[in-house]
């Protein structure tokens, strides 16, 4: 919990992780459907809301984040995120997802914009053991 908000991290440690937090959420959303325990149901509530009300901080001006912190996502999670956001936006219908989903497909169509995260990835992987943090803007 970060105030009214639910975060369902994929590591204990560590910035909440997008892909991560959209599977747990899915998590949830099968169990509650398939056993129609309704006890689940406003925690599959908070979740969504939580993600829809703060799915700005995964994005990175140019390319989608992997996590809150400062991590660019590699072309994998990119599309990965995409595709759960138009998912969730099936599901749950909140338009936002579908915002998202096509603004970040937007980004990997634009090729400077896939070039330069292909660039600030590779770095990131470069400098991961190191103790000097990438700073991302937005």
């Known amino acids: 919990y970060s105030g009214d908000k639910v975060w369902n991290k994929e590591y204990i440690d560590g910035p909440v992780v997008l892909n991560g937090c959209i599977f747990s959420i899915w998590g949830i959303y099968d169990y509650y459907k ?4 309704s006890s689940y ?7 969504v809301y939580s993600l829809a009300a703060d799915i700005s901080a995964f994005d990175g ?16 999670y990119h ?5 759960q956001l138009r ?17 970040w497909q937007r980004y990997q ?4 914009y896939a070039s330069l995260a292909l660039v600030v990835k590779g770095y990131q992987i470069l400098v991961e053991k190191s ?5 991302i803007v937005g």
């Open 34 to 37: 398939s056993s129609h325990d």
């Open 41 to 47: 149901w406003p925690l599959v509530q908070q979740a």
């Open 61 to 76: 001006v140019f390319w989608s984040k992997y996590d809150m912190g400062r991590t660019m996502s590699s072309p994998f």
């Open 79 to 83: 599309q990965l995120h995409i595709s």
């Open 87 to 103: 998912v969730m936006y099936t599901l749950f219908e909140e338009s936002v997802f579908l915002e998202y989903a096509e603004k």
């Open 109 to 112: 169509q634009n090729r400077l």
């Open 131 to 135: 103790s000097s943090p990438i700073v």
